[in-house]
């Protein structure tokens, strides 16, 4: 049992070695210090305030938003459709088109911002709003297309099936039977497609046109100077956008699901 | 439903149809443009030519500056790879094979990394490392030393910075493979007169090795492709090959060295991908989403 004892305890200095850096920034969020860093000298909420008062971060803000929404919508529209052919039909090369699916997780990121943005530059496709949309896109494809997957995998055909013998036509059936039930893995796969968008920063430098900052590549022109308390309050406010929505969507969720049975 | 000499079915396709299209037009052609652009020439910032030379495809052979940061890159890799593996294969084990009631919260934990900012993660060690951060804070005030001691900026911080990232995409491999593992294999092996670091060691490990191996392909393909980590936490001497990508496509705009060196990490990176699959399957890597 010492073993077990040592197990733990490795275990915890793990999670305290993810978490600690965490936790400091949404500590140093609050710090009234004019610097970025400890010691910490007071509670404050003046770099929020500052923060809203940025209006280049504010920029960057609503681009990062409207462009992970964006991202989400398209990433999950043709990945569920995607998803339904994997796991609903039979065909020939069912393997390679998985793998097809999945290929932009496996090349470098760098590698696949710098080939789009050469191909597009080839064709006098100049970086945009729109190469940044559908970068992010293919991005997060490859995660909404697993975990709708594994979703769908779980709904019984005999539902759908159920659904054609009463009349309803495919696009009826998938309406009103499919979708309904594939709604959580939906909801899952455009958080997921969002949150790929939301941070990304490796392509984004690539791919976005002159003079347009995403909320990363902003902190990353921050940070050359160096770590300033906006920062750390907008670390913050990121952390609770991409944190705290997706944790009270499953905790509501959970809450409703029980009260129901 | 369909017999054997009906007419394919065409539903899947047309279902495929919009993300076949974008992974074609997106992914696929541009990975094969790059090797062709890397036979151009580059005249002057932003300005090239269509060709066909080798000039780029020399210049990466003969100049030492690139064998460097390929070397570089390797070492790093797999240095956090292995430290990855190590770091991150007991707290698999911990939750795989705890009674603790709250096991979700140590997943769902687990899992919290993945949704906060990857550049935020990366800074947050300024702030435990740099000079005004906690532990040159901690040294100052137990007294421990007068002026902060520079810890930053080095290639330790970049792979801890690594390693602070892509920590639990190993975890959570290898925790899906040992929670994979029949619960009554190491009590067999107990009974039948094995110590229990030999029912470890001969029945557990070897079946958690898919996980292994597939948390240490992600890290090193993720590690050996980044060029941020190093640009944040690193000094001058701390680039990837990653970097010299940036380097040659934003700094210099000379976009057919971007491709050839582009072209370079893809075939590096994806004949250890290939190496992997041929071994494990790529399915392995799918299993972590179950």
Redesign the interface.
Known sequence: MR?WKL??L??FL??V??????A??LL?AFNSSQ?????IEGFSLRWFYRLAENEAIMRALKTSLSLGLLTALAST???V??S???V??R?RGKDL?T??????????????A?????????LHVPRSFLLLL??H??IA?P?V???VQ?RLVGIKKEYEEAARSLGANPVQTFFSVTLPLLMPAVFAGSLFAF?IS??N??AT??WRPTGMET??TQ??GM?RNS?SPE?NAL?FV??VI??GV?LMAGGLARYFARKKT | MSGPDRAPDLRPWFLLAPALLSIIVLVVIPMSFILVYSFYENIDLAVDRAAFQFSNWQELFRDKYYHVAIWKTLRLSVIVTILAAVLGYVPAYFIAMTRFRHRWLLLLLLILPFWVSFIIRTLSWIHILGNQGALNGLFEWLGLTDAPLSMMYNETTVIIGFLHVFLPYMILNVYVSLDGIDDNLEPAARTLGATPWQAFREVTLPLSLPGLAAGCLLVFVLTGGSYVTPLILGGPNDYLFGNLIHDAVVSELNWPMGATLSFTLLVMLGLIVVIYSRFMGINQLAKAFR
Request: aromatic share 16%.
């Open positions: 073993a197990i733990r490795y275990t793990v999670y070695f993810m978490f600690a850096p965490i400091v920034v140093l610097f970025g860093g400890f010691p529209s043709i990945g459709l995607a339904l052919a994997l609903r039909y065909f088109i793998t097809l699916l999945i290929s932009p997780v496996l090349v470098p990121e760098t590698v696949l710098v080939g789009l943005l050469i191909f597009l530059r080839w559908l970068g896109s293919i494809l995660f297309v697993l975990v594994a949150t939301f941070d920063i490796t430098i690539f909320v990363p902190i990353f940070l770590v920062i670390g990121m952390i991409t944190v997706p």
